[in-house]
């Protein structure tokens, strides 16, 4: 229904009138999207004004409006107002713009090669989108993703896609192009190889101007129509791939390789150089497992083993050893240099013969060319000259010597020889009576000889001075004291050179002619009492180192007596002593002397001491213990002393009396067996008693 309204440019005012009539609005909607939308208005009447309003601010003044490019946006309802004066009427119309597949397009995979799929993709991020695909060679398709297996030639040109949303379509195109491929090459390699060496490959087509590349393991790529690898490893083993390219089209072929390992590295070592004789190892360290191992050497040796020798080896095994380690038909060599050296000539010995104690050894080896020498002897000798020398030879040194010669390390066999050391011819000389002779008395000296040969000579001296000539004896009466005699021998035979051995020497003691005398003393030097010891003393003059002597009594000889000295307890009173002296002195004159003589006195008034009676000494003898008994008739003290036989004081005591009754048991210190004299001192005499101590 239509009101009446009153309106400028910018308000609408509804009168109450009425406004024209058969007011209507329409347009040409429903359309696309980019489709031309038109609104159409009507009224009844003439002279009518018209206006529309709308979606997204849209206000036109004119009857028939026209939107040259729709959007979705412009959906909505539109109004009309027309009008006559101050009456205005209106009507709206529903516009529906439809939108078309957004984002809408198609894409292929062209140029593509022949035989390849061509494959088409249209897409739109619209829902709900139909799509349709003509083109060459009858091509068409309801897919968004059509495709066309095997493409050739003939599926060149443009294929058209429809897409349509909600029956608002959208075309596009798509131009293809299908490339031809070149022929199909041939690839070849020259497999298997072993690792190390170089794989050459070719490749061929017979298509011209191709261009050309090869894949394989390890990242491996290269654009020769025939490449090479050196330095081949295992790891390089597989499919290598030839592609011949024509204008971006390829065919391949596989070329399929094999590197074979090679067996690993070794380290060969031989335990030369070794003399002949020996054994000479040679030996590898361990390489692959599964490696066959075989060496070649000198003189055609040969082995098939990991280590292996040559026993026995002379020098013609002196040279270059090669093992060779097969794998697979893989090999890998490498040598070793042995060297087998000879054994040096054994050494002939000799030395410096005869030879005395003290003198030096001479050694003698032949000469090895480039040898070194080494010694052994005895007595831990050693030496590493050719021709050698061992000082001072004693007999300890004698033995066998031996010498190897060393060349190269190798060594001889021993040379020896047995050193025989002769002792040193000496000489000895004896006086004959002695060394010791009177004044004017001849001597003569007899030399002994002593390890000579043959005849050797002499030459006498006295004080050094040549006096004698070459005999084996020598005289003098004329010699003095202290002359020294000695001879010098000298001996051809038996040392290296010539030997001369100086004798003993002998100093004379020439003796004059002397008289020998003796005196002779007492002790005591007095009257001696009843059995009392007295020693007499002999003093020699000129009686030489150990006269004898013989003590007389009374002129007669006293058996035993023929010491220096001689002691007696059993001198009688007017005895008189003496002694004969015999010299030993070697120029006595006479032989023999006499002493002086000593007229001994012996108190014979001791005897009983005045007022001691009935005296007794028991057991006598005894042990040294005994028991001493008398009658005394005085009140004085008494002393008791006990000496022994050589007049030595052995006791000392004060005899005890009780009413004129001497009894006294003595105990003597530790004595020895004999006789000994008790003596019972007073002021009236000396009474001496006997006894023996057992």
Not at 54 to 65: C, L, R
Request: glycine share 10%; aromatic share 8%.
């Amino acid at each position: 229904m239509y009101g009446c309204t009153a309106k400028d440019t910018t308000t609408v005012v509804v009168n109450t009138g009425t406004g024209p009539s058969g007011t209507l609005a329409t347009s040409n909607a429903p359309i696309c999207a980019d489709d031309t939308l038109k609104l159409f208005g009507t009224a009844n009447g003439t002279g009518n004004s018209y206006s529309w309003t709308g979606p997204n601010s849209f206000t036109s003044n004119t009857q028939n409006p026209v939107l040259p490019v729709a959007t979705a946006a412009m959906s909505g309802d539109y109004v009309l107002y027309a009008g006559n004066g101050n009456c205005i009427s209106r009507d709206t119309v529903t516009v529906v713009v439809k939108p078309r597949p957004a984002n809408f397009g198609a894409t292929s995979n062209a140029p593509i090669c022949t035989g390849e799929t061509l494959n088409f993709t249209a897409s739109s991020t619209s829902p709900g989108v139909i799509y349709v695909w003509t083109g060459p060679n009858g091509f068409n398709s309801n897919s968004a993703t059509p495709f066309v297996n095997g493409a050739t030639a003939s599926q060149n040109g443009n294929y058209y896609v429809t897409g349509t949303l909600n029956g608002c379509p959208l075309n596009d195109t798509v131009s293809v192009t299908v490339k031809p491929l070149p022929a199909k090459p041939v690839a070849n390699v020259n497999t298997p190889i072993c690792a190390g060496e170089t794989l050459n490959f070719t490749a061929s087509t017979s298509t011209p101007g191709v261009s050309w590349t090869w894949t394989g393991p390890g990242s491996y790529s290269s654009t020769a129509q025939n490449p090479s690898i050196t330095n081949t490893t295992t790891a390089m083993s597989g499919d290598y791939i030839a592609a011949a390219m024509l204008n971006g089209c390829s065919l391949t072929d596989t070329a399929t390789v094999l590197v074979k390992p090679m067996p690993a590295a070794v380290a060969l070592t031989n335990s030369g150089p070794v003399c002949a004789g020996d054994t000479l190892y040679l030996s590898s360290t361990a390489s692959t497992s599964g490696v066959a191992y075989s060496w070649a050497g000198p003189n055609s040796f040969s082995a098939n083993t990991q280590y292996t020798f040559v026993a026995g080896s002379t020098t013609v095994a002196s040279g270059w050893y090669v093992a060779t380690l097969n794998l697979n038909g893989c090999l890998y060599k490498d040598s070793t240099q042995a060297t087998v050296y000879p054994i040096p000539t054994t050494p002939n010995v000799s030395y410096s013969n005869p030879m005395c104690v003290g003198e030096t050894l001479q050694l003698n080896a032949t000469t090895v060319n480039n040898a070194t020498y080494s010694w052994t002897g005895v007595g831990g000798y050693n030496a590493n000259t050719q021709n050698p020398t061992r000082n001072n030879m004693q007999f300890g040194d004698t033995g066998t010597y031996i010498v190897i010669a060393t060349v190269n390390g190798c060594t001889s066999l021993a040379g020896s020889v047995k050193v025989n050391i002769n002792p040193v011819p000496f000489v000895v000389i004896f006086p004959t009576p002695g060394d010791s002779i009177c004044v004017g008395e001849q001597v003569s000296f007899t030399a002994l000889p002593n390890n000579h040969g043959g005849t050797p000579s002499y030459q006498w001296r006295i004080n050094g001075v040549v006096a004698g000539g070459n005999s084996v004896s020598f005289s003098s009466s004329t010699l003095n004291h202290s002359d020294i005699v000695r001879v010098d021998m000298t001996e051809y035979t038996k040392c290296l050179v010539p030997y001369t051995d100086p004798s003993n020497e002998v100093e004379m003691k020439v003796l004059p002619w002397l008289t020998p005398s003796v005196s002779i003393s007492a002790n005591p030097n007095r009257p001696l009492n009843v059995d009392e010891y007295v020693t007499f003393t002999a003093t020699a003059t000129n009686g030489g180192n150990n006269p004898k002597y013989q003590w007389k009594r009374n002129g007669q000889d006293v058996q035993g007596a023929t010491g220096a000295v001689w002691s007696a307890n059993t001198l009688n009173d007017n005895d008189s002593i003496s002694v004969e002296l015999v010299s030993n002195y070697k120029c006595p004159q006479p032989a023999a002397a006499v002493s002086n003589g000593i007229v001994v006195k012996v108190l014979t008034t001791v005897g009983s001491m005045n007022g001691v009676n009935e005296l007794t000494l028991y057991p006598n003898p005894n042990n040294g213990s005994f028991t001493l008994k008398g009658k005394v008739t005085f009140g004085k003290a008494l002393s008791i002393e006990v000496t022994n036989a050589l007049g030595q004081l052995v006791y000392r005591n004060v005899a005890r009396t009780d009413n004129g009754v001497l009894h006294e048991e003595l105990t003597l210190p530790q004595i020895a067996t004999g006789v000994y004299m008790l003596k019972l001192v007073g002021d009236d005499g000396i009474t001496v008693m006997r006894f023996s101590v057992q």
